[in-house]
């Protein structure tokens, strides 16, 4: 067994556990606030309500809502810039995966100096970040849990992957409730995020025994409640996806992601295209491609996504991908890049892109930027 | 589901891992550690060996060492003292549960003064703690994950349990190769300790979606491994027995114990027999003490202890309470504590000690200090 490490955020779970999250920025240390929220969770009512909480803590606070989804290297600059100007010492982030990492991107910039691009990679922040108590909306990202931000830098038309282990939050608060206000259409890609997640942390060559476990169970998890919770949007379900994507997330944050990360940021960084339909698109099509190095683990995700073992690996493993598809369809979801892209004469940069990605890294099958243009266009 | 709280240390886990420790200690500001282990260790050439990697790194260190089996509370005050002299500033602790629990134990003294016995039961800790890094050379005890310290009471004769998310090390780092060096006399007890960690964590009230997960994966990985480990005391079991314990660990740092644990500390404390052993001899009559009430979850330990399911839940939770005895006595442990206690003359007095332990609380039965004597009698 290879050395490995293993680190997750201290997490708060549950109904009603939102209002907890004054106590826990106190215990931080928090004199002034740094609220990172959007205008969606405006919307839904949940700023107000953390506000409110705040102020039954007297605490101080300032809000920045200028995110995007897929947010922008420039919108990092200009939190951190307010940051700093406010002299705000924790930070808050409410809301999916959109604006914690950007609330990721603000605090490493305002501790470490400099452009957000200046730490793009694995291991770049060499200064403690200050203190993060994370509320996420939505379930699928996992921001709340991981040691990873996504940052689209505009110039380049790409997206930054950032990886440190001062990017996990001290806490992250996980309320069911904030589920309830999601739209059917808000709910189903990032739960196609979050499958990424278990399979790609499965099959990562840096799995270990415990993330190896937490994979499945997160998989096992979503595949039981995934139908009910989008069909229904009951609160019981949606509670069970928001355990399920925090194993996948306790998972990848440790064993990290591979091809399909990388393939759905370059494609995202480029088209601006929501990253858990990505996913959707792209992942079937990444199992493949790792399906003979990973034979084994395919098999056993496949048996897992379907509830059955067929006569052979290959045959479990290849159900379990057609599962994927027909889960795809059963939520309307798009099935070819084409119904959402303009044109591919991008993907060829796009594939440049992607090949340098770091989450490719932890692929368990190497990919030339070839092997990954030929990925787009089996999806095209 | 109710609100839950999840927090571990971070982990790093693997062959070789010790060499990691002075560096960990360097990222959370060593200037001069404080070494804690004891002669045990040192006879097995491990703390030598932690010396020769602390000289590599330049560091500085004190070394502490008075630490029995059952740590007293006068060494943890004879430790905070020599911490304080120094003028160290991080905590090592390298060795099984005593130096560990002592570590912590003056860790909590250096920092929040008084002595240790102010701080008994839950969430007495004020302030926090001078940066922990543990290196375990036991399985079982699991302290260095755990939330837990339990430290000799030696005036009133009993353990004192301490609980605090403070007295979780900031660095956990488990190297199986240390567990090598030990007899197999050494590797039985703590191992009924775990055992103990893994069913009372599984059937506690507050276990989680998380902790029960973890709870059941250190139970299977531990039944096992255990046989194998222990006729052959090979690297490759005793590994897996280390990310079995760690399992457990993480399920009870959260969950909490039970009875058990109540029973094993108030018995201790009287007697200064080995917790392990404690376990061993009481941990089947807990089990049938909450049978009644956790049948279902019973019955789920009974499936993986026995590798079979029976006719009914109590049946199947009945077989896997005779494996816990069978193991015993494969292992050829004592199975009465007749046998290893003077006379039973002062188990009144155990019993209302017990009653008063932290760990009884989320014991899935409530329990007067009467029916822990019965529970003592029926052991006898």
Redesign the interface.
């Known amino acids: 067994?290879?050395?490995?490490?293993?680190?997750?955020p201290?997490?708060?779970?549950?109904?009603?556990?939102l209002k907890y999250t004054g106590i826990c920025a106190k215990r931080l240390g928090a004199a002034k606030i740094f609220v990172v929220s959007d205008p969606g969770v405006e919307a839904a009512g949940w700023t107000q309500q953390l506000f409110e909480l705040l102020g039954e803590e007297h605490l101080d606070y300032v809000y920045f809502n200028d995110v995007v989804a897929n947010p922008r290297d420039y919108q990092v600059q200009r939190g951190a810039e307010l940051y700093r100007r406010e002299g705000a010492d924790v930070v808050l982030a409410l809301g999916g995966g959109s604006p914690m990492d950007a609330a990721k991107g603000i605090a490493l910039v305002v501790s470490n100096g400099g452009k957000i691009r200046d730490y793009e990679g694995a291991n770049q922040v060499k200064r403690p970040l200050p203190p993060m108590v994370f509320v996420p909306t939505t379930m699928g990202s996992e921001s709340n849990i991981s040691q990873f931000t996504v940052i689209s830098d505009v110039e380049r038309r790409l997206k930054m992957t950032l990886i440190s282990?001062t990017l996990v939050p001290n806490i992250s608060i996980t309320d069911?409730l904030l589920l309830t206000t999601m739209t059917r259409d808000l709910v189903i890609p990032p739960l196609f995020d979050s499958l990424a997640h278990a399979v790609e942390s499965y099959v990562s060559p840096i799995a270990?025994?415990?993330t190896e476990?937490m994979s499945l169970?997160g998989l096992d998890l979503l595949i039981r409640h995934i139908r009910n919770a989008i069909n229904t949007l009951h609160i019981d379900d949606l509670?069970q996806l928001a355990?399920a994507g925090?194993?996948s997330g306790m998972a990848f944050t440790n064993a990290s992601v591979g091809l399909g990360h990388a393939l759905a940021h370059a494609l995202g960084g480029m088209y601006d295209i929501v990253h858990g339909m990505a996913h959707a698109l792209l992942l079937p099509h990444v199992m493949r491609y790792n399906l003979g190095v990973s034979l084994k683990k395919m098999a056993k995700i496949g048996t897992i996504l379907t509830g059955r073992t067929l006569a052979d690996d290959e045959e479990t493993a290849l159900f379990g991908i057609e599962m994927v598809e027909q889960l795809r369809e059963e939520f309307g979801l798009p099935s070819r890049l084409r119904e959402i892209l303009p044109d591919k004469t991008k993907l060829p940069q796009v594939s440049r892109n992607a090949v340098n990605d770091i989450c490719l890294l932890t692929n368990p099958r190497p990919a030339t930027w070839k092997d990954i243009l030929n990925i787009y266009y089996e999806a095209w």
Chains 1, 2 share one sequence.
């Open positions: 067994m290879d050395i490995f490490k293993f680190a997750v201290e997490l708060i779970f549950g109904r009603g556990s282990r069911p270990s025994p415990f476990v169970r509670e355990v925090s194993w």
